[in-house]
C-alpha cells in the first residue's frame, strides 16, 4: 500500500461487509484485496487518500462499503461500485 508520510486515519471495516463480498470475488481479487483491508486495519489510511467535505468532522474517517471487482467478466455479477450503490441507498 503506498502512502504518504504525513497523517493517516481509522478506517472502519464491517465484518460483515468482507463476509458477504469477498466470497464473490476470484481468488486473484482476494489477493489483491485481502493485504490492502490488512494495511488498512493496522495502519489506517493516509491523508491523500480522503477529500475534504463541507460536513467532514475534525478526525476524519474512511468507512469500507464494499470489496469487489471494478468490471467483472460476467455480466451477472455486481461491480463492486453496484454493491456500494446499493448498500448506500437502502
Not at 493516509?46 to 477529500?51: I, T, V, Y
Not at 467535505?53 to 460476467?74: F, N, S, T
Request: include cysteine; charged fraction near 30%; hydrophobic fraction near 35%.
Amino acid at each position: 500500500m503506498s502512502a504518504g508520510a504525513g497523517p493517516r486515519f481509522e478506517v472502519r471495516v464491517d465484518s460483515r461487509v468482507l463476509a458477504e463480498d469477498l466470497p464473490r470475488c476470484t481468488k486473484a481479487g482476494r489477493a489483491a484485496i485481502e493485504p490492502v483491508i490488512d494495511g488498512l486495519h493496522r495502519d489506517g489510511a493516509p491523508c491523500e487518500w480522503l477529500r475534504r467535505c463541507d460536513e467532514e468532522a475534525y478526525k476524519p474517517a474512511l468507512v469500507l462499503i464494499g470489496v469487489g471487482e471494478r468490471h467483472p467478466d460476467q455480466p451477472w455479477r455486481p461491480s463492486v461500485y453496484e454493491i456500494a450503490h446499493r448498500r448506500l441507498n437502502s
